[in-house]
């Protein structure tokens, strides 16, 4: 079957005229003092544009050089493009680099006289203190740099994991050397170690405690976590773009706490959190455009590059905007998705090259997928499996000896399935997607509101 690689004419029509106003916006924040906020915003429209119709004129060249699969849960095992996801990366990072004279080229020329204003003399204290606070400084130039070179990174060694199937225990720390350059300008640039103490143990270890070189082992492991959680919760159209877009929205919405008139004005961490609002709305043009192509039914596949890219950028946001504890509050989905996968993972369990829910061709519904087990477990392995079973957090099928021939996967997807029984695939993202959100809200009230029964305040200086 031939992909579709033309747009239609109300494609075409709404992406220029999308494409249109993005460039009417940018065109007018160049009055006066500009607008990075506004352009960041227009930069994202034109790359929703650019991504949509790549990925739609690419998709048949892809194919061509073998990158394709065959959607296993439909009837018709149709081929689509593979690997997607390098283009929504290609066209962010294209995006982040174009963007960089927005927030950064005035207070460079206000700070050296330069570009093109170089009679103007401009006192000290004005170079000082004169910036906009909706404006990035200069230092955070460093900053916004090694998140692109991070980025670089883990796009490259995802496209190396697509083009090669490299093997989990191999591919499972790949984010730790594309997190190294966001480490080092950590270190040289904030290099803060200390975390609050909860005021319970305050009285025993003080207020704050130096975690040193721990701190950045923490860093780099939320950098591995991040990419690698998104890529195991996934086997279903559409759940990996929609997962990191669900957090991404989460995301902005504790940025936006930080901005005025939310915030109080001028707010000490409103630097971090505009960084943060820069990274991630280009990240939700460019995954809103792979959506169209991945949601149920899917036309296209992601790919793991798109898994290492999303989780980069999240881990990129949360570590570099200095919330990174916040960030974990609203991945909780992917630690229990994780947690509950371990035994899989480590091989305490069985696990089968892939874990995605199985499709029944006869009722057209995804049902949870097993493994079989060659020699039935014994002792604790046997007791802890049959305790999670009497919880319904995994289903178990044992011989006429009680011995365990076969168990569930141990994936969320599969656990939705065993809890509300077989559904169709669109349904099965949907309710996970909203137990993300859930999760998510949760976790915004968690630190902005229940966190202050064990912190002194919250940094937004709300109390209860």
């Not at 480590?346 to 061709?361: D, E, Q």
């Not at 477990?377 to 289903?395: D, H």
């Amino acid at each position: 079957m031939t992909h579709a690689t033309a747009l239609s004419r109300t494609e075409q029509f709404s992406l220029i005229s999308l494409s249109a106003a993005c460039i009417a916006i940018l065109a007018n924040t160049f009055q006066g003092d500009g607008a990075p906020l506004a352009a960041s915003l227009a930069f994202s429209g034109i790359a929703f544009a650019a991504t949509y119709s790549m990925i739609r004129w690419l998709g048949e060249v892809f194919m061509r050089a073998g990158l394709k699969g065959k959607d296993m849960s439909k009837v018709r095992k149709v081929e689509i493009p593979e690997t997607m996801g390098a283009v929504c990366a290609a066209v962010y990072l294209l995006t982040l680099i174009v963007f960089i004279p927005f927030p950064f080229y005035k207070d460079i020329v206000a700070a050296t006289s330069g570009g093109g204003n170089r009679d103007v003399v401009i006192e000290l204290e004005q170079v000082e203190t004169g910036r906009f606070l909706h404006r990035f400084p200069h230092s955070k130039l460093a900053l916004y740099l090694s998140a692109i070179m991070s980025l670089q990174s883990v796009v490259i060694l995802g496209i190396g994991d697509d083009l090669f199937d490299i093997r989990w225990r191999h591919k499972l720390f790949i984010p730790a050397f594309a997190s190294i350059p966001m480490l080092v300008v950590y270190f040289v640039d904030f290099g803060v170690t200390k975390v609050v103490v909860p005021r319970p143990l305050q009285a025993y270890v003080g207020e704050l405690v130096d975690l040193g070189w721990l701190y950045y082992g923490y860093m780099a492991a939320i950098a591995i976590f991040c990419p690698n959680s998104i890529n195991i919760l996934a086997g279903i159209n559409g759940i990996e773009v929609s997962q990191s877009l669900v957090i991404a929205w989460l995301l902005l919405v504790n940025d936006m706490l930080y901005l005025a008139p939310i915030a109080s004005y001028p707010h000490p961490a409103t630097d971090s959190h505009l960084f943060s609002i820069y990274l991630l709305l280009p990240f939700i043009g460019v995954s809103l455009a792979l959506w169209c192509h991945n949601w149920f039914p899917a036309k296209v596949f992601v790919g793991d590059t798109y898994c290492y890219f999303a989780g980069m950028v999240f881990a990129i946001v949360g570590i570099l905007g200095h919330f990174s504890k916040t960030l974990l509050l609203l991945i909780i989905p992917q630690i229990f998705n994780f947690l509950y996968s371990a035994p899989q993972l480590f091989g305490i369990v069985p696990c089968p090259r892939h874990r995605l829910p199985k499709f029944n061709a006869r009722t057209g519904l995804m049902e949870m997928s097993v493994t079989e087990w060659k020699q039935p477990p014994s002792g604790a392995l046997s007791t802890g499996i049959k305790f999670l079973a009497g919880f319904r957090l995994i289903e178990v099928k044992v011989n006429e000896k009680d011995e365990i021939i076969e168990t569930s996967n141990l994936t969320i997807l599969n656990l939705w399935l065993v809890w509300f029984g077989p559904m169709r695939e669109d349904r099965l993202a949907m309710g996970v997607l909203l137990v993300q959100a859930a999760c998510g809200l949760m976790g915004l009230v968690i630190r902005h509101k229940l966190a202050l029964w064990i912190f002194e305040q919250d940094n937004r200086e709300f109390r209860l």
